[in-house]
């Protein structure tokens, strides 16, 4: 494993995940100017979404006290900021996919105990449009999940939850109008095997929509214990 995965390297050399300059193969995915600028989250953070917040005399974040949440608690690496913004476009947009080794082994090491204490039964990637997937050619949260999944020793069920159609653009869009706009946007199949505890894995966690979305509908179904994981984590509202 570790030959072809050098191989891999020597043909397709990693690249730094915030500039996309090519980064020697024991620099595990950032290069040296730019590791010192990742957005790590720091505490004091919310006990419910895990977003940094500026009182440490309270538990949840203002978005988390306003709104309802239906999943137990999210696990983010880091704050969404502007470097974060333009590495995930290079992985989304740009088709640079050897970043999902990066996001997912910063996911295990920040988290690896957290999701052993949780028993975590299996991953499950937040599904894209046929649409999109068509377009782009792969969905940017099943490779994380996929590569987490190897680190945790977890299996990864993509068949789960299904996109049932393609939603407006996101990110202009208020609080409620996200809601609205993913309101029957997935479905979620007959679970057959005894899954318990289940980790929900996307890119990018925001107002908590669609993440609250997907949960629902878990919940909908008797499974209670479910978490999320995500590479960053916004400001919210």
Request: glycine content about 6%.
């Amino acid at each position: 494993m570790k030959y072809k995965k050098l191989i891999r390297d020597i043909l397709f050399p990693p690249i730094c995940a915030l500039c996309g300059e090519v980064v020697q193969i024991n620099k595990h995915g950032v290069c040296d100017r730019c590791r010192i600028k990742l957005p790590y989250i720091s505490e004091p953070t919310c006990f419910k979404c895990g977003k940094e917040i500026s009182d440490e005399t309270v538990s949840l974040c203002e978005d988390c006290s306003k709104q309802e949440r239906n999943y137990l608690r999210g696990f983010p690496v880091f704050n969404y900021n502007e470097d974060m913004q333009e590495s995930i476009v290079l992985f989304k947009y740009k088709n640079k996919r050897m970043l999902s080794e990066f996001y997912a082994g910063e996911i295990y090491k920040k988290w690896a105990r957290e999701f052993e204490r949780l028993c975590i039964d299996v991953l499950v990637p937040v599904p894209v449009s046929k649409q999109k997937l068509r377009k782009r050619g792969y969905n940017q949260a099943k490779l994380i999940c996929e590569k987490l999944g190897e680190y945790m020793g977890v299996p990864v069920d993509d068949k789960i939850l299904v996109r049932t159609h393609n939603t407006a653009p996101m990110k202009n869009l208020n609080n409620q109008e996200r809601y609205n706009n993913l309101k029957n946007a997935f479905k979620l199949k007959d679970i057959q095997k005894n899954y318990n505890n289940f980790l929900i894995i996307d890119d990018i966690y925001t107002t908590g929509a669609t993440i609250d979305t997907c949960t629902k509908l878990f919940n909908q179904q008797g499974k209670h214990n479910i978490y999320y994981a995500s590479v960053c984590i916004g400001k919210g509202y």
